[in-house]
């Protein structure tokens, strides 16, 4: 557009309404889809009700839409760190790295140690994690030696040592929990 003053750049539009709740729809289904060993893109798209041009329009490639899946459930348990106490985000964090398990074959490229994503998202846990550590502590309903990375540790054993199991994993965690607490 002209304006006396020279050109205004064009501005880029804000996503409709039904494209957002596309996107979300897109979403749900993926993390329900990707806790079955990664699912394919045509079952995400049937599971949220859309065809697979729109998931296309959505996220580009498998890697694209893995990512931001990762990256929504990293948010919202960014966002829980700030109003759930450490159980009930230690329970949201076992699901989270429950929804990752099924991804980590089509996220190996982008989980690469060098990776800006993988460090991103590992550090943005990290701090809800010691955020979570430290005021449990102060709060005194966390024992004082166990650290917030004592915390990541177990989440990651429950969910990819020797012999996990996601359907003891729960159980698991409740008697560590158990142990974590103050005396």
């Known amino acids: 557009m002209n304006r006396e003053i020279g050109h205004e750049k064009p501005t880029a539009r804000k ?5 957002l709740r596309n996107r979300e729809r897109l979403l749900d289904a993926a993390r ?8 394919s893109l045509e079952a995400v798209a049937r599971t949220a009700g859309l065809g697979i041009g729109t998931l296309y329009r959505h996220f580009p490639s498998r890697e694209a839409l893995f990512q931001a899946v990762y990256a929504r ?16 985000w230690m329970r949201g964090a076992l699901q989270l790295m429950a929804t990752k ?5 089509a996220l190996a ?7 800006t994503f993988f460090s991103d998202q590992s550090q943005r846990l990290r701090g809800a994690i010691s955020a979570l550590h430290d ?6 309903r966390l024992r004082a030696d166990v ?3 004592d915390l990541l540790r177990v989440l990651l054993g429950l969910n990819y040592g020797p012999g996990a199991d996601p359907a003891r994993s729960e159980v698991l965690l409740d008697v560590f929990l158990e142990g974590l607490r103050a005396k």
């Open 135 to 140: 005021r449990a502590v102060a709060d005194g």
């Open 32 to 39: 329900e889809v990707f806790r079955e060993e990664g699912g």
């Open 147 to 149: 650290t917030s990375e």
């Open 109 to 115: 490229p982008v989980f690469e140690p060098e990776s």
């Open 15 to 19: 996503p409709r309404a039904d494209q």
């Open 73 to 88: 459930e990293v948010e919202t348990l960014e966002r829980r760190a700030a109003e759930d106490g450490l159980e009930d």
């Open 101 to 105: 398990k099924g991804m980590v074959a």
